[in-house]
């Protein structure tokens, strides 16, 4: 896949991730960090996700599991579709190319 359909596909996939509000703002002053500390966003996510796993396992322990199945498949969905977009960053990189 060239630099231009890489590219294609992750704007594509952030807009997504905009429009159905899973990303926002606080997510584009992580990217303006990142500028200056390669890898930051990544990081971040990675302990984001690690920290909600074990939330989300305490809670299913107290809380109503219906409502949290409901929000654990969110939460992987964004897990999921923000390994894409730094797996595409990652290619774009690899081709040549920059954001």
Request: aromatic share 12%; proline share 0%; hydrophobic share 40%.
């Amino acid at each position: 896949m060239d630099v231009q359909q890489l590219k294609k596909q992750y704007k594509d996939l952030l807009k997504e991730l905009f429009l159905e509000e899973f990303l926002d703002d606080y997510f584009r002053q992580v990217r303006e960090v990142e500028q200056d500390r390669q890898g930051f966003a990544f990081g971040l996510a990675t302990e984001y996700f690690k920290e909600t796993d074990r939330k989300i396992d305490m809670m299913s322990k107290l809380l109503c599991i219906r409502n949290l199945e409901q929000f654990k498949d969110d939460m992987d969905l964004l897990r999921n579709k923000l390994a894409c977009v730094f797996q595409l960053e990652h290619l774009i990189a690899a081709a040549g190319g920059s954001l």
